[in-house]
C-alpha cells in the first residue's frame, strides 16, 4: 500500500513537474498566404525558447483572409498575438474594444513590420495573354482573379497599386478611379483571402492571372509544381509591410505577455529573418537580404502611407462600407 502511494505521489510529482516544463499555448492569429512561414517560424521558435527557457511551447495557428481574421479576434477568438499584412486590420482591433493600444506600431522596430514584400501577377504557361504591367489587366477579356479588398489585404494590396500606376502614369484622381474600376471589372469571382484565389486560380484553373504576393508565387510552385505557370513582376507595386502585435487584453488574460512578446520579436533575429527569405519574404535585415538577393527582383516600390495617407485613411476612404471600393464595383 505504502508502494502504491509512492508510486501515485511520484507520479504526480512528474506530471507536475512537466507541467512546469511547458509554457502557456499561444494563439497567432494570421492571414491566409503565410501557413508556409509560420509552419517553419515556429518550429524554430519553439527550439529557441526550449534552450533559452527549458521550457516546452505550444503555437496554434488560424489562417483567413487578412480582415476577416480581425473581426473573428474582435469578436471574442482568443489570438496571443496577430500577425496580418497590413496596419488596417490591427487598428481596428484598437478601434474595436481597445484590444492593442492606438501605437501598437511603434513597439516593435520597422513600425512592427518584420519583412517586406511585393505584388506579381501569376499567368498561365507561355503567358499566353502577354500580360507584363497592369494596363495589361484592364484589356477587354482579361480574367483577373484576386480577393475581396473588403476582406483581404492581399485584394487591397492589388487595389492600391493598380491605382499608384495609374497615378504614376499621369492619371489624376478621376482617371486613376476609372481605372481599378476597369480592372475590377474583369475579376470573375471575389474569393474572401489569397489562398482562397490561389484555388480558384490554380485548381479550378479560372482566370488568365492572379494578381498576389511574391512570397505566394513560391507557394503555389511547391503545392503544384513550376511547370504550369510564370511569374510576372509589374513596373510598379505598392510596398507591403505586414504588421504584427500582441493582442494585450488576450495576454494580460492568459498571463502569457512573455511568451508573446518573445515570439514576435524573434522575427527580428537572424534566424527569424533567414526564415522569412527562404519563405519569399523581404528581409529588413540587410546583410540576410543581400545574401538572397538573387530571388528579389528589385522593384519600383512606392509607399502605401506616403502615396494615400495613414492606413485609417485609406481604410475609411477606399475599402469601408460606402467606400470608393464599393462605388467601384458591381458583382458579375
Do not use: C
Not at 15 to 35: C, F, K, T
Not at 64 to 88: C, E, F, H, Y
Not at 268 to 290: F, H
Amino acid at each position: 500500500m505504502k508502494r502504491l502511494f509512492s508510486a501515485s505521489l511520484l507520479a504526480a510529482g512528474l506530471a507536475l513537474a512537466s507541467a512546469a516544463q511547458a509554457a502557456q499555448p499561444l494563439l497567432n492569429v494570421s492571414y491566409d498566404v503565410m501557413r508556409d512561414f509560420y509552419k517553419d517560424y515556429n518550429a524554430a521558435f519553439q527550439k529557441h525558447w526550449q534552450a533559452e527557457k527549458g521550457e516546452k511551447i505550444t503555437i496554434q495557428m488560424s489562417h483567413g483572409g487578412s480582415s476577416k481574421q480581425a473581426r473573428a479576434v474582435i469578436d471574442g477568438l482568443p489570438a496571443d498575438v496577430i500577425t496580418m499584412n497590413q496596419a488596417t486590420d490591427i487598428d481596428a482591433l484598437a478601434d474595436h474594444g481597445g484590444l492593442v493600444p492606438k501605437d501598437w506600431a511603434t513597439r516593435l522596430p520597422n513600425d512592427s513590420a518584420p519583412f517586406t514584400s511585393a505584388t506579381v501577377f501569376i499567368v498561365r504557361k507561355g503567358n499566353p495573354k502577354g500580360l507584363k504591367d497592369w494596363d495589361d489587366l484592364v484589356k477587354p477579356g482579361v480574367q483577373v482573379v484576386v480577393p475581396n479588398p473588403k476582406t483581404s489585404g492581399n485584394g487591397r494590396y492589388t487595389y492600391l497599386s493598380a491605382w499608384g500606376y495609374a497615378q504614376k502614369h499621369g492619371a489624376d484622381e478621376a482617371k486613376a478611379k476609372a481605372f481599378v474600376a476597369q480592372l475590377f471589372k474583369n475579376v470573375p469571382v471575389l474569393d474572401t483571402g489569397g489562398r482562397a484565389a490561389t484555388t480558384t486560380f490554380m485548381q479550378n484553373q479560372i482566370g488568365d492571372v492572379l494578381v498576389t504576393f511574391e512570397n505566394e508565387a513560391e507557394m503555389i510552385a511547391r503545392e503544384f509544381g513550376r511547370g504550369g505557370f510564370e511569374v510576372v513582376y509589374p513596373t510598379v507595386s505598392a510596398e507591403a509591410e505586414p504588421p504584427v502585435a500582441v493582442v494585450d487584453k488576450v495576454v494580460d488574460k492568459k498571463g502569457t505577455r512573455a511568451e508573446a512578446e518573445a515570439y514576435l520579436k524573434y522575427l527580428w533575429s537572424d534566424e527569424g529573418q533567414t526564415i522569412a527569405a527562404n519563405n519569399y519574404l523581404r528581409p529588413r535585415n540587410p546583410e540576410v537580404l543581400a545574401k538572397f538577393s538573387d530571388r528579389f527582383p528589385k522593384v519600383d516600390f512606392f509607399s502605401v502611407v506616403k502615396t494615400f495617407g495613414d492606413w485609417r485613411t485609406v481604410q475609411k476612404t477606399h475599402f469601408a462600407d460606402g467606400g470608393v471600393f464599393d462605388q467601384i464595383y458591381t458583382p458579375n
